[in-house]
Protein backbone atom coordinates (compact mmCIF):
# COMPACT_ATOMS: atom_id res chain seq x y z
CA UNK A 1 0.00 0.00 0.00
CA UNK A 2 1.58 3.35 -0.83
CA UNK A 3 1.68 5.88 2.23
CA UNK A 4 3.12 8.94 0.95
CA UNK A 5 1.66 11.71 -1.34
CA UNK A 6 5.25 10.98 -3.21
CA UNK A 7 4.44 7.00 -3.55
CA UNK A 8 1.14 7.99 -4.62
CA UNK A 9 2.42 10.56 -7.29
CA UNK A 10 4.95 7.90 -8.71
CA UNK A 11 1.97 5.60 -9.40
CA UNK A 12 -0.46 8.44 -10.67
CA UNK A 13 2.54 9.88 -12.95
CA UNK A 14 2.60 6.40 -14.55
CA UNK A 15 -0.89 6.42 -14.99
CA UNK A 16 -0.52 9.92 -16.74
CA UNK A 17 1.99 8.33 -19.16
CA UNK A 18 -0.54 5.49 -19.98
CA UNK A 19 -3.62 7.81 -21.22
CA UNK A 20 -3.80 9.07 -24.74
CA UNK A 21 -5.35 12.18 -23.78
CA UNK A 22 -4.19 13.51 -19.65
CA UNK A 23 -5.66 16.45 -18.34
CA UNK A 24 -2.63 18.81 -16.54
CA UNK A 25 -3.02 21.75 -14.67
CA UNK A 26 -0.68 24.94 -15.17
CA UNK A 27 0.29 27.61 -12.68
CA UNK A 28 2.05 30.75 -13.64
CA UNK A 29 3.15 33.26 -11.08
CA UNK A 30 6.70 34.35 -11.69
CA UNK A 31 5.95 37.77 -12.67
CA UNK A 32 3.25 39.98 -13.14
CA UNK A 33 0.78 37.94 -14.78
CA UNK A 34 -1.01 35.26 -12.57
CA UNK A 35 -2.01 32.80 -14.76
CA UNK A 36 -3.66 29.23 -14.95
CA UNK A 37 -4.78 26.59 -17.36
CA UNK A 38 -6.02 23.21 -18.60
CA UNK A 39 -4.12 21.47 -21.87
CA UNK A 40 -5.23 17.98 -22.70
CA UNK A 41 -2.65 15.25 -24.14
CA UNK A 42 0.08 18.56 -23.79
CA UNK A 43 -0.98 20.40 -26.60
CA UNK A 44 -4.70 21.05 -26.86
CA UNK A 45 -5.94 23.92 -24.84
CA UNK A 46 -8.93 23.35 -22.82
CA UNK A 47 -8.93 26.29 -20.97
CA UNK A 48 -6.82 29.70 -20.17
CA UNK A 49 -7.03 31.97 -16.98
CA UNK A 50 -4.76 35.31 -16.82
CA UNK A 51 -5.02 38.14 -14.83
CA UNK A 52 -2.64 40.50 -15.27
CA UNK A 53 -0.95 43.16 -12.54
CA UNK A 54 0.30 45.56 -15.62
CA UNK A 55 -2.39 48.45 -14.63
CA UNK A 56 -0.77 48.55 -11.30
CA UNK A 57 2.84 48.64 -11.89
CA UNK A 58 2.28 50.66 -14.27
CA UNK A 59 1.64 53.00 -11.74
CA UNK A 60 5.35 52.68 -10.68
CA UNK A 61 6.69 52.27 -13.92
CA UNK A 62 7.71 48.40 -13.62
CA UNK A 63 7.21 45.61 -11.57
CA UNK A 64 7.31 46.47 -7.83
CA UNK A 65 8.37 42.66 -6.58
CA UNK A 66 5.89 43.20 -3.35
CA UNK A 67 2.88 43.86 -4.94
CA UNK A 68 3.43 41.43 -7.76
CA UNK A 69 3.35 38.75 -4.88
CA UNK A 70 0.51 40.34 -2.88
CA UNK A 71 -1.31 40.49 -6.22
CA UNK A 72 -0.25 36.82 -6.80
CA UNK A 73 -1.60 35.87 -3.55
CA UNK A 74 -4.90 37.51 -3.64
CA UNK A 75 -5.79 36.30 -6.96
CA UNK A 76 -4.29 32.82 -7.97
CA UNK A 77 -7.49 31.01 -5.81
CA UNK A 78 -9.61 32.50 -8.39
CA UNK A 79 -7.48 32.51 -11.25
CA UNK A 80 -7.42 28.54 -11.24
CA UNK A 81 -11.05 28.20 -10.23
CA UNK A 82 -11.63 30.47 -13.74
CA UNK A 83 -9.45 27.79 -15.58
CA UNK A 84 -10.89 24.91 -14.35
CA UNK A 85 -14.71 26.67 -14.76
CA UNK A 86 -13.93 27.15 -17.87
CA UNK A 87 -12.55 23.80 -18.94
CA UNK A 88 -15.92 22.29 -17.47
CA UNK A 89 -13.57 20.27 -14.85
CA UNK A 90 -12.95 19.69 -11.21
CA UNK A 91 -9.71 19.40 -9.70
CA UNK A 92 -10.59 15.13 -9.05
CA UNK A 93 -10.50 15.17 -13.33
CA UNK A 94 -7.20 16.86 -13.44
CA UNK A 95 -4.54 14.01 -13.47
CA UNK A 96 -1.31 16.15 -12.79
CA UNK A 97 -0.38 19.83 -11.68
CA UNK A 98 2.76 21.78 -13.54
CA UNK A 99 3.73 25.18 -11.95
CA UNK A 100 6.91 27.71 -12.53
CA UNK A 101 8.93 27.11 -10.28
CA UNK A 102 12.06 28.99 -11.23
CA UNK A 103 13.33 31.54 -13.25
CA UNK A 104 11.78 34.80 -11.65
CA UNK A 105 10.64 36.88 -8.74
CA UNK A 106 11.40 34.76 -5.58
CA UNK A 107 8.17 36.14 -3.72
CA UNK A 108 5.89 36.02 -6.48
CA UNK A 109 7.37 31.97 -8.19
CA UNK A 110 6.84 31.26 -3.89
CA UNK A 111 2.81 32.08 -4.48
CA UNK A 112 2.24 29.88 -7.31
CA UNK A 113 4.90 26.72 -6.04
CA UNK A 114 2.81 27.09 -2.52
CA UNK A 115 -0.25 27.28 -3.99
CA UNK A 116 0.47 24.43 -6.44
CA UNK A 117 2.05 22.18 -3.67
CA UNK A 118 -1.29 22.61 -1.38
CA UNK A 119 -3.74 21.15 -4.75
CA UNK A 120 -1.07 18.44 -5.54
CA UNK A 121 -1.19 17.85 -1.47
CA UNK A 122 -5.11 18.22 -0.59
CA UNK A 123 -6.12 16.59 -4.27
CA UNK A 124 -3.21 13.87 -4.27
CA UNK A 125 -2.26 14.41 -7.83
CA UNK A 126 1.86 14.48 -9.00
CA UNK A 127 3.55 17.96 -9.18
CA UNK A 128 5.84 18.76 -11.88
CA UNK A 129 8.12 22.00 -11.77
CA UNK A 130 8.44 23.77 -15.02
CA UNK A 131 11.75 26.72 -15.83
CA UNK A 132 9.78 29.57 -17.27
CA UNK A 133 12.11 29.66 -20.13
CA UNK A 134 11.42 25.99 -21.38
CA UNK A 135 7.36 27.25 -20.61
CA UNK A 136 8.22 29.92 -23.20
CA UNK A 137 10.04 27.17 -25.79
CA UNK A 138 6.94 24.66 -25.07
CA UNK A 139 4.28 28.02 -26.40
CA UNK A 140 5.45 26.81 -30.00
CA UNK A 141 4.17 23.25 -29.79
CA UNK A 142 0.79 24.45 -29.32
CA UNK A 143 0.53 26.80 -32.25
CA UNK A 144 2.30 23.83 -34.11
CA UNK A 145 1.39 20.84 -33.24
CA UNK A 146 3.68 18.85 -35.59
CA UNK A 147 6.50 20.58 -34.44
CA UNK A 148 9.39 18.34 -32.24
CA UNK A 149 12.82 18.90 -31.51
CA UNK A 150 15.62 18.92 -32.98
CA UNK A 151 15.20 22.63 -33.55
CA UNK A 152 17.33 26.16 -32.75
CA UNK A 153 15.39 28.24 -30.50
CA UNK A 154 15.58 32.44 -29.68
CA UNK A 155 13.88 33.21 -26.70
CA UNK A 156 13.73 37.20 -26.03
CA UNK A 157 11.60 38.22 -22.90
CA UNK A 158 11.79 40.98 -20.12
CA UNK A 159 14.65 38.88 -18.17
CA UNK A 160 16.23 36.37 -20.54
CA UNK A 161 17.73 36.75 -24.16
CA UNK A 162 18.98 33.10 -24.92
CA UNK A 163 19.49 30.73 -28.06
CA UNK A 164 18.47 27.48 -27.10
CA UNK A 165 19.05 24.52 -29.01
CA UNK A 166 16.32 22.54 -28.45
CA UNK A 167 17.68 18.42 -28.03
CA UNK A 168 14.36 16.92 -26.84
CA UNK A 169 11.55 17.90 -25.33
CA UNK A 170 13.71 18.15 -21.68
CA UNK A 171 17.05 18.77 -22.86
CA UNK A 172 18.75 22.19 -23.58
CA UNK A 173 21.71 23.52 -24.95
CA UNK A 174 22.71 26.70 -24.10
CA UNK A 175 24.28 28.44 -27.15
CA UNK A 176 24.41 32.19 -26.44
CA UNK A 177 22.81 34.48 -24.04
CA UNK A 178 22.75 38.33 -23.00
CA UNK A 179 26.08 39.37 -21.59
CA UNK A 180 23.70 42.62 -19.83
CA UNK A 181 20.06 43.34 -20.07
CA UNK A 182 17.58 41.18 -21.94
CA UNK A 183 16.04 42.61 -25.13
CA UNK A 184 12.85 42.66 -23.23
CA UNK A 185 14.25 44.78 -20.85
CA UNK A 186 16.32 47.19 -23.18
CA UNK A 187 12.78 47.88 -24.98
CA UNK A 188 11.34 48.87 -21.58
CA UNK A 189 13.68 50.70 -20.24
CA UNK A 190 14.11 52.51 -23.67
CA UNK A 191 10.58 53.44 -23.51
CA UNK A 192 10.43 54.93 -20.27
CA UNK A 193 13.47 57.30 -21.26
CA UNK A 194 11.22 58.23 -23.91
CA UNK A 195 8.38 58.36 -21.53
CA UNK A 196 5.98 55.63 -22.44
CA UNK A 197 4.36 53.70 -19.69
CA UNK A 198 5.37 49.87 -18.50
CA UNK A 199 5.52 47.39 -20.28
CA UNK A 200 7.60 49.85 -22.79
CA UNK A 201 7.55 46.75 -25.33
CA UNK A 202 4.53 47.07 -26.65
CA UNK A 203 4.13 50.84 -26.70
CA UNK A 204 7.92 51.30 -28.03
CA UNK A 205 6.51 49.07 -31.46
CA UNK A 206 3.55 51.44 -31.68
CA UNK A 207 5.40 54.42 -31.86
CA UNK A 208 8.24 52.76 -34.12
CA UNK A 209 5.36 52.01 -36.83
CA UNK A 210 5.74 55.85 -38.65
CA UNK A 211 9.33 56.03 -37.93
CA UNK A 212 12.68 55.57 -40.61
CA UNK A 213 14.56 52.47 -39.22
CA UNK A 214 17.93 54.38 -40.51
CA UNK A 215 17.79 57.89 -39.04
CA UNK A 216 19.75 57.21 -36.51
CA UNK A 217 22.95 55.11 -36.99
CA UNK A 218 22.58 52.87 -33.99
CA UNK A 219 24.92 49.74 -33.92
CA UNK A 220 26.34 47.56 -31.50
CA UNK A 221 29.73 46.09 -32.39
CA UNK A 222 29.69 43.36 -30.14
CA UNK A 223 26.35 42.19 -31.37
CA UNK A 224 28.12 42.14 -34.89
CA UNK A 225 30.56 39.79 -34.13
CA UNK A 226 31.21 36.45 -34.05
CA UNK A 227 30.13 35.42 -30.36
CA UNK A 228 26.39 34.24 -30.14
CA UNK A 229 25.78 36.36 -26.96
CA UNK A 230 24.20 39.69 -27.12
CA UNK A 231 24.95 43.03 -25.42
CA UNK A 232 22.09 45.31 -25.44
CA UNK A 233 22.72 47.98 -22.47
CA UNK A 234 25.04 50.15 -24.84
CA UNK A 235 22.15 50.43 -27.66
CA UNK A 236 20.16 51.59 -24.57
CA UNK A 237 23.09 54.05 -23.32
CA UNK A 238 23.16 55.59 -26.72
CA UNK A 239 19.30 56.33 -26.64
CA UNK A 240 19.55 57.50 -23.81
CA UNK A 241 22.85 60.08 -25.03
CA UNK A 242 20.59 61.17 -27.70
CA UNK A 243 17.48 62.10 -25.63
CA UNK A 244 19.55 63.63 -23.19
CA UNK A 245 21.91 65.36 -25.59
CA UNK A 246 18.64 67.06 -27.41
CA UNK A 247 17.42 68.41 -24.37
CA UNK A 248 20.51 69.94 -22.96
CA UNK A 249 20.74 71.76 -26.56
CA UNK A 250 16.57 72.36 -26.49
CA UNK A 251 16.91 70.22 -29.76
CA UNK A 252 13.63 68.10 -30.21
CA UNK A 253 14.14 64.34 -31.11
CA UNK A 254 11.82 62.84 -33.29
CA UNK A 255 11.33 59.89 -31.40
CA UNK A 256 9.37 57.76 -33.73
CA UNK A 257 12.64 57.67 -35.75
CA UNK A 258 14.73 57.02 -32.53
CA UNK A 259 12.23 53.78 -31.43
CA UNK A 260 12.51 52.22 -35.58
CA UNK A 261 16.01 52.88 -35.44
CA UNK A 262 16.49 51.30 -31.51
CA UNK A 263 13.86 48.46 -32.45
CA UNK A 264 15.93 47.54 -36.07
CA UNK A 265 19.15 47.53 -34.09
CA UNK A 266 17.68 44.70 -31.77
CA UNK A 267 15.76 42.76 -34.48
CA UNK A 268 18.83 42.63 -36.45
CA UNK A 269 20.68 41.24 -34.10
CA UNK A 270 18.16 38.66 -32.73
CA UNK A 271 17.61 37.40 -36.24
CA UNK A 272 20.63 37.38 -37.31
CA UNK A 273 23.03 35.54 -34.71
CA UNK A 274 19.58 33.31 -34.11
CA UNK A 275 19.55 32.45 -37.45
CA UNK A 276 23.08 31.90 -38.07
CA UNK A 277 23.04 29.61 -34.64
CA UNK A 278 20.68 27.38 -36.63
CA UNK A 279 22.71 27.27 -39.83
CA UNK A 280 25.94 26.23 -38.01
CA UNK A 281 24.26 23.71 -35.97
CA UNK A 282 22.99 22.02 -39.29
CA UNK A 283 19.06 22.83 -38.17
CA UNK A 284 16.43 23.23 -40.52
CA UNK A 285 14.01 24.93 -37.66
CA UNK A 286 14.13 27.74 -35.78
CA UNK A 287 11.47 29.32 -33.34
CA UNK A 288 11.00 32.34 -31.32
CA UNK A 289 9.67 32.55 -27.44
CA UNK A 290 9.11 34.84 -24.94
CA UNK A 291 7.80 37.80 -24.67
CA UNK A 292 9.21 39.86 -27.42
CA UNK A 293 7.91 37.64 -29.77
CA UNK A 294 5.00 39.35 -29.56
CA UNK A 295 6.91 41.86 -31.78
CA UNK A 296 5.55 41.95 -35.23
CA UNK A 297 9.13 43.60 -37.08
CA UNK A 298 10.85 40.70 -35.20
CA UNK A 299 8.09 38.32 -36.37
CA UNK A 300 8.77 39.63 -40.03
CA UNK A 301 12.53 39.95 -40.00
CA UNK A 302 13.17 36.70 -38.44
CA UNK A 303 10.51 35.31 -41.25
CA UNK A 304 12.57 37.07 -44.01
CA UNK A 305 16.07 35.93 -42.69
CA UNK A 306 14.59 32.37 -42.19
CA UNK A 307 13.01 32.35 -46.19
CA UNK A 308 16.15 33.47 -47.41
CA UNK A 309 18.06 30.10 -45.97
CA UNK A 310 15.18 27.60 -46.12
CA UNK A 311 14.74 27.33 -42.51
CA UNK A 312 11.28 26.82 -41.51
CA UNK A 313 10.33 29.88 -38.90
CA UNK A 314 7.82 29.02 -35.87
CA UNK A 315 6.73 31.16 -33.42
CA UNK A 316 3.74 31.22 -30.59
CA UNK A 317 0.39 32.61 -31.48
CA UNK A 318 0.10 36.29 -30.15
CA UNK A 319 -1.83 35.37 -27.02
CA UNK A 320 0.95 32.70 -25.98
CA UNK A 321 4.18 35.17 -26.75
CA UNK A 322 3.86 36.83 -22.88
CA UNK A 323 3.54 34.80 -19.76
CA UNK A 324 0.64 32.16 -19.74
CA UNK A 325 0.20 29.14 -18.26
CA UNK A 326 -0.90 26.78 -20.94
CA UNK A 327 2.47 26.75 -21.90
CA UNK A 328 3.28 25.46 -18.39
CA UNK A 329 1.21 23.18 -18.74
CA UNK A 330 2.85 22.12 -22.12
CA UNK A 331 6.36 21.84 -21.44
CA UNK A 332 5.37 20.16 -17.52
CA UNK A 333 3.56 17.72 -19.88
CA UNK A 334 6.84 16.51 -21.35
CA UNK A 335 8.38 16.81 -18.22
CA UNK A 336 6.22 14.33 -16.32
CA UNK A 337 6.77 12.10 -19.87
CA UNK A 338 10.42 11.46 -19.67
CA UNK A 339 10.97 12.15 -15.60
CA UNK A 340 9.35 11.32 -12.45
CA UNK A 341 7.18 14.28 -10.84
CA UNK A 342 8.69 16.75 -8.03
CA UNK A 343 8.75 16.18 -4.42
CA UNK A 344 6.45 18.64 -2.15
CA UNK A 345 10.24 20.18 -0.90
CA UNK A 346 10.25 21.75 -4.43
CA UNK A 347 11.89 25.18 -3.80
CA UNK A 348 11.32 28.17 -6.29
CA UNK A 349 14.55 29.60 -7.65
CA UNK A 350 15.70 33.26 -8.94
CA UNK A 351 17.54 31.41 -11.75
CA UNK A 352 17.02 29.58 -15.13
CA UNK A 353 18.52 26.13 -14.93
CA UNK A 354 19.54 26.86 -18.14
CA UNK A 355 23.30 27.61 -17.68
CA UNK A 356 26.21 27.88 -20.63
CA UNK A 357 28.53 24.73 -20.43
O1 LIG B 1 7.91 36.77 -21.41
P1 LIG B 1 7.36 37.97 -20.76
O2 LIG B 1 5.87 38.16 -20.76
O3 LIG B 1 7.86 38.04 -19.29
C1 LIG B 1 9.11 37.59 -18.92
O4 LIG B 1 9.29 36.34 -18.81
O5 LIG B 1 9.99 38.46 -18.79
O6 LIG B 1 8.08 39.19 -21.46
C2 LIG B 1 7.78 40.51 -21.13
C3 LIG B 1 8.67 41.40 -21.96
C4 LIG B 1 8.60 42.86 -21.54
O7 LIG B 1 9.92 43.35 -21.48
C5 LIG B 1 7.82 43.49 -22.67
O8 LIG B 1 8.13 44.86 -22.89
C6 LIG B 1 8.23 42.65 -23.85
O9 LIG B 1 8.26 41.35 -23.35
N1 LIG B 1 7.27 42.76 -24.95
C7 LIG B 1 7.56 43.32 -26.14
C8 LIG B 1 6.38 43.30 -26.90
N2 LIG B 1 5.39 42.71 -26.14
C9 LIG B 1 5.97 42.39 -24.94
N3 LIG B 1 8.71 43.84 -26.62
C10 LIG B 1 8.71 44.34 -27.87
N4 LIG B 1 7.59 44.38 -28.64
C11 LIG B 1 6.41 43.87 -28.21
N5 LIG B 1 5.32 43.90 -28.99
ZN1 LIG C 1 7.99 35.14 -19.51
Given at each position: MPESHYEKSLIKAAEYRKKTAPLILGIESSCDETAAAVVR?????VSTSVHTQIPVHRLYGGVVPEIASRSHTERIGSVVRDALDKAG???????AIAV?????LIGALLVGVSFAKGLALAAEKPLVGVDHITGHIAANYITYPDLEPTFMCIVASGGHSHIVRVNSYTDFTLIGRTRDDAAGEAFDKVARAMG????GGPELEKLA??????AFPLHTAFNEGESFDFSFSGLKTAVVNILHNAEQKGETVNKADLAASFQRAVTDALTVKSVRAARDAGLTTLALAG????NTTLRERLQRECDKYGIRFCRPDMKYC????AMIACQGHYELLTRDPDELSLDPNAASFLQLQ
Open positions: GGRDVVGLSDIDTYRPGLPYPKGGDTNGVSATDNA
